[in-house]
């Protein structure tokens, strides 16, 4: 009996480790796999062909969503919706994957992606192509772009992208100012010289170290009196006579 006993024993163990060297051999396998389908699409992908590439990486992202190149395949996901002008799929793809990895080492690279794509969503190229900037058009996506870029120029300064993010906030905050600034001279041009002068004081009080800045003044000034504010028109004048006495004329 003892040794009926034994004899089950070791048969049971004998299966266990056959059992655990099959799983063990199968997963390899599963991840020779993932990452020969990874070498072929990388392939498609560097070759610029991302309507193909997009179908490929989505399909890995379904058959092996957990595995060891799960992360990099949601990186390429992100590049190759971006070079193909999905900008939606873009954008959903990086909020997706700031989300489920918040402490990746590549979180730089999406927040950079994530400025490029919301540039390119306020961005209109037939009114860009014949030089026409339309003063009621919502900036609210190149805002998000300046928020991005201040996460990544802050949280990682080290980043190979923080120096082309810090050229990038230079320039969205000047496209920010000459909007704003364009708001306010389409309201002083209809006679709204209240809402025009808020408008450049904001612009005064938010974007002080732009080079617009006496422009504000200016439009201050002149709102200020067409409204019979004398006493804020001088302050403004003395205020833009301070700082920019080359102004004045």
């Known amino acids: 009996m003892k040794a009926k006993i034994i004899a089950i024993l070791c048969l049971t163990a004998a299966i266990s480790g056959c059992a655990g060297k099959k799983d063990q051999e199968e997963l390899v396998n599963t991840n020779q796999t993932a990452q020969q389908a990874y070498n072929e699409t990388k392939v498609v992908l560097d070759s610029g062909l991302y309507g193909r590439a997009i ?5 890995m992202e379904g ?7 799960s992360r990099q395949v949601q990186l390429d996901l992100i590049y190759a919706y971006t070079q193909s002008g999905d900008i939606k799929q873009a954008l959903a793809s990086i909020d997706r994957f700031i989300r ?54 802050n949280t990682f300064p080290k980043s190979r992208y923080a120096a082309d993010g810090k050229s990038k906030m230079i320039e969205i905050k000047e496209k920010l100012v000459r909007h704003e600034l364009k708001i306010a001279d389409y ?42 504010l004398t006493k804020l028109r001088d302050d403004t ?7 920019f006495p080359e102004q004045q004329g």
């Open 55 to 59: 179908e490929l990486l989505k399909r």
């Open 63 to 69: 058959q092996y969503p957990f595995g060891p190149m």
């Open 100 to 153: 489920l990895n918040p402490n990746h080492p590549d979180l730089d690279y999406v927040y950079y992606m994530r400025a490029v794509n919301n540039l390119r969503t306020d961005a209109n190229s037939f009114q860009e192509f014949f030089g026409i900037d339309r003063a009621d058009r919502d900036l609210a996506s190149t805002k998000q772009a300046f928020e991005d870029l201040k996460i990544l120029t």
């Open 187 to 228: 309201y002083s041009r209809r006679g709204a010289h209240l809402a025009a002068a808020n408008r450049a004081r904001y612009v005064v009080e938010f974007y002080r170290d732009s080079p617009l800045v006496p422009k504000a003044l200016q439009l201050m000034v002149y709102s200020y009196n067409e409204l019979g």
């Open 237 to 243: 004048q003395a205020v833009l006579k301070l700082n």
